[in-house]
């Protein structure tokens, strides 16, 4: 759009489109390869000796997100919510602490709304 030469124009497209099909290409390369990888699961079985020991950090991290789930209940003030949140290492945490402050906030818009109506029925 800069420039009014139409040849310089049709330069420059035909290399937006050429670095855009070089872009496809590589990126049909990259599903490609993906595609073709050993499962993940057929390994699971063969190293059974990490088995037990992986179902057990997975049970662990279910009780802790539990027991924050529990915590996070108790707590009513979104900016200790946005505090804890910025020190939440791992995304399950994150998650649930996120989904917590979303609730406080649509229960503060109701009480705002409920206020609201009341104040004009007067």
Do not use: M
């Not at 035909?14 to 390869?33: G, N």
């Not at 000796?49 to 179902?55: A, T």
């Not at 027991?67 to 804890?84: F, G, M, N, P, Y």
């Amino acid at each position: 759009e800069a420039t009014l030469d139409l040849a310089e124009r049709r330069r420059i497209r035909s290399a937006i489109r050429e670095l855009q099909r070089q872009e496809l290409e590589r990126d049909e390369e990259a599903l490609a390869s993906k595609r073709f990888r050993p499962e993940r699961g057929s390994h699971r079985q063969d190293d059974k000796e990490n088995w037990p020991r992986s179902r057990r950090l997975e049970e662990e991290q279910q009780a802790a997100l539990a027991t924050l789930s529990r915590q996070l209940e108790a707590i009513t003030d979104v900016e200790e919510l946005t505090k804890l949140l910025r020190a939440a290492g791992e995304y399950e945490e994150r998650k649930l602490i996120r989904a917590a402050i979303r609730k406080l906030r649509a229960e503060e818009i109701e009480a705002a709304t409920l206020a609201g109506n009341t104040q004009s029925r007067r």
